[in-house]
């Protein structure tokens, strides 16, 4: 079932810049959509697009079929079940604590003390920073920073989780910690959109992929299908992943049963690796 649909929308930018160019895009509940494309495709400015913070010069934006609207009742409402995570948290953190900071979102909805608190100690648990709740935002790294400006959306359940390449300036240790978080708010019901430019990282967690060229959808798909189409992938300046290719030349080799689905991550494919040596080794 569709939850969020762009249809047809186009945005230009002060100046003139064309963004968007009559985008269409549906997006499934529940699942997790990665959106690839070169810088300038438009990848950015449809997140914005989706939570409200931009509106299109023509077409329209709708949530579970229904049209969004912009005022300020209807925006509140829009952005509490769609949230958006910036590439840069400086841009979303203000507040002097992680505490405080997370908190802002829950209050901005009306709640009371009470049911802030607790969300913000479950947003900050889940996001595996309760250590930082008395930290001064301006003492966080970059990493921190970027895990508490997703706690502060977190933090306010959202139905739709928008996130602008999530992993960007995250080194190894915080961007596997970071994933391996995603996928549990995914398994918890939350539908998942997010942009990047590593094709690997969509491939591993990604369950469809969108192909982006400028500011239009040039192939949306189940993630093995799209990121192993050569043309669909040039048409975007992309490369297949890795990942996939050592997937499929492990189902060439006869490596995965009939109907066995294809390895995600290294680590799957190391496993996989290992088994079959050892059954050449009983053989």
């Given amino acids: 079932m569709t939850i969020l649909k762009a249809d047809a929308l186009t945005y230009t930018f002060p100046g003139g810049v064309p963004a968007l160019s009559g985008l269409n895009l549906s997006i499934k509940r529940g699942r997790k959509l990665a959106i690839l494309g070169p810088n300038g495709s438009g990848k950015t400015t449809l997140l914005m697009h989706l939570n409200g913070t931009l509106r299109p010069s023509s077409g329209q934006v709708f949530l579970d079929g229904q049209p969004v609207g912009y005022s300020r009742r209807a925006l509140t409402a829009w952005r509490?079940?769609?949230?958006?995570?910036?590439?840069?948290?400086?841009?979303?953190?203000?507040?002097?604590s992680v505490f405080e900071d997370v908190?802002?979102?829950?209050?901005?909805?009306?709640?009371g003390d009470i049911e802030?608190?607790?969300?913000?100690?479950?947003?900050?648990?889940?996001?595996?920073?309760a250590d930082l709740a008395d930290r001064p935002t301006h003492m966080l790294s970059g990493g921190q920073k970027k895990r508490v400006a997703i706690a502060g959306i977190v933090a306010m359940r959202p139905e739709v989780l928008l996130l602008d390449e999530p992993t960007s300036g995250l080194d190894h240790h915080a961007s596997a910690h970071?994933?391996?978080?995603?996928?549990?708010?995914?398994e918890a019901g939350t539908t998942l959109v997010f942009t990047t430019h590593d094709v690997d990282l969509?491939?591993?967690?990604?369950?469809?992929?969108?192909?982006f060229n400028e500011g239009k959808v040039v192939a949306k798909g189940p993630s093995e299908k799209i990121l192993a189409d050569d043309e669909a992938l040039?048409?975007?300046h992309l490369n297949p992943p890795m990942l996939l290719q050592l997937a499929l030349k492990a189902r060439c080799l006869g490596w995965l049963g009939v109907g066995e689905s294809l390895p995600q991550t290294l680590q799957e494919i190391l496993d996989l690796m290992e088994r079959k040596s050892r059954d050449a080794l009983k053989h």
Avoid at 178 to 186: E, M, Q
Wanted: aromatic letters at 4%.
């Fill in 80 to 96: 509490r079940r769609v949230g958006l995570a910036l590439q840069d948290a400086d841009d979303q953190l203000f507040a002097a």
């Fill in 202 to 211: 969509a491939y591993s967690i990604a369950d469809e992929v969108a192909l």
């Fill in 178 to 186: 970071l994933l391996a978080v995603l996928r549990k708010i995914s």
């Fill in 116 to 129: 802030t608190k607790e969300r913000v100690i479950e947003a900050l648990r889940i996001m595996n920073i």
């Fill in 103 to 111: 908190s802002f979102g829950p209050l901005n909805m009306g709640l």
């Fill in 234 to 236: 040039s048409r975007a």
